[in-house]
Each structure stands twice: as C-alpha cells, then as structure tokens.
C-alpha cells in the first residue's frame, strides 16, 4: 500500500524555524517527483514546493520562495520540508504529496498532514 | 502570479448534474486536475490530464476543456458527493502550480 506519513509539525514563534519530514512507503520512491501542499485553517490549497526524483530540480511558490528548502534522501524515502523566518501566514496543514511521474505536475497521493502553528 | 478561478459554491439536488468549472488563461496550454476533499480528510485525486478518472473513481465523475476554462462534471450525484472541490493546473512555464480557490458541493 502506498502511504506518506508527515511528521514535523509544531508551535513556533514567529521568525523561528522548523524541519518537516514525510515519510514514504509501498513504491519506489527515486522514481518519482514530490510535493509539498499547504492548507491554513478553513482556507484552500496551497501548493508549496516541487521537487525532482534526484533533487536535481526544485520549485517554489512565491509566497515561500527564499525561506523554504525542500530536500530529499531517496535512500531513507524521505522528503523534507525546512522552514525559515517563519511568519502567522505560515500556520497550516503541510500535506506531503507524490507525483504521479518525474514531472507530470500533479498529485496522486497524499499524507494526512502536520500541522504547523506560528505564533508567539 | 498565475490564478485559476472557481465558482465559491454549487448546489444541487441527488441525482442531478453537478458542473464546477475552473478559468486559467494558461489552461489552452496546461493540463487540469481535480481533487475532493471532505471534512477532515487529505484530498483525492478525481480527474486528471483535463478529463482522464483514476481507477477508483466512479463514472459519474468527468472532466472536460473549452478554452481557458474546464469544468468537473458530476452526474446524478450521490450524498456522499458532498464535498470541496479543486482545480489544479501549472502556469504557462509549468515550473509553478496553482490550485483554484476550491468549489464547495453542497447535495441539498
């Protein structure tokens, strides 16, 4: 079975930083393109971050573009999330989302979330 | 920045044709997916590459493009239909994602 599980998530002042992890099962993770999905309480989708099979590649929204880094191990089927000069905008629901290729753009499964709460 | 537009919300009653549309002036160029979300729940893929249903999804589910628009399309939807909807494409370079601002069936 295919699974992501996202880990990570806390209360953070803001300016501080945080390092989410999602953790990937049940298909060959080196295969594949990941993503990044964000959702703040009772809003909408927001895409965060784009990243290639080999890392070599990596996308950003602008709204995260500068603060936020996203990695992977392939050999740990692992994908990460760091977030710097965290601000209030930031609290959401990170959603860890697979690919369905390298590059197709789109989600076909996600995790069920870490919540990450800004404020002082 | 690239922005895709959705209706805020959709009613209707069971067992009639629900149609949630989506405007992007690079949806000539880009591919649109749609996702469910219900309460509580991570998002669910419905319909990609405009009008392809993964396996799973049942029939009833559509999609179809004209232009800068694409519309989701539920026929004799079900209760259990209720729920948000999104859009989701890539700006004309495809290098950055959007989603729309999701659609919320209401089944009366």
């Known amino acids: 079975e295919v699974q992501l599980v996202e880990s990570g998530g806390v209360v953070v002042q803001p300016g501080g930083s945080l390092r989410l992890s999602c953790a990937a099962s049940?298909?060959?993770?080196?295969?594949?393109?990941m993503h990044w999905v964000r959702q703040a309480p009772g809003k909408g989708l927001e895409w965060v971050s784009l990243?290639?099979?080999?890392?070599?590649?990596?996308y950003y929204a602008d709204s995260v573009k500068g603060r936020f880094t996203i990695s992977r191990d392939n050999s740990k089927n692992s994908l990460y999330l760091q977030m710097n000069s965290l601000r209030a905008e930031d609290t959401a629901l990170y959603y860890c989302?697979?690919?369905?290729?390298?590059?197709?753009?789109?989600?076909?499964?996600w995790g069920k979330g870490t919540t990450v709460t800004v404020s002082s | 920045s690239y922005e895709l537009t959705q209706p805020p919300s959709v009613s209707v009653s069971p067992g009639q044709t629900a149609r949630i549309t989506c405007s992007g002036d690079?949806?000539?160029?880009?591919?649109a997916y749609w996702y469910q979300q219900k309460p509580g729940q991570a998002p669910v893929l419905v319909i990609y590459?405009?009008?392809e249903r993964p396996s799973g999804i049942p029939e009833r589910f559509s999609g179809s493009s004209s232009g800068t628009t694409v519309t989701l399309t539920i026929s004799g939807v079900q209760a259990e239909d209720e729920a948000d909807y999104y859009c989701?494409?890539?700006?004309?370079?495809?290098?950055?994602?959007?989603f729309g601002g999701g659609t919320k069936l209401t089944v009366l």
């Open positions: 989701q494409s890539a700006d004309s370079s495809g290098t950055s994602l959007v």
């Open positions: 990243i290639s099979w080999d890392g070599g590649s990596t």
């Open positions: 690079a949806l000539p160029k880009q591919y």
């Open positions: 989302a697979k690919d369905n290729d390298d590059s197709s753009n789109y989600m076909d499964v």
């Open positions: 590459k405009d009008s």
């Open positions: 049940g298909f060959t993770f080196d295969d594949y393109a």
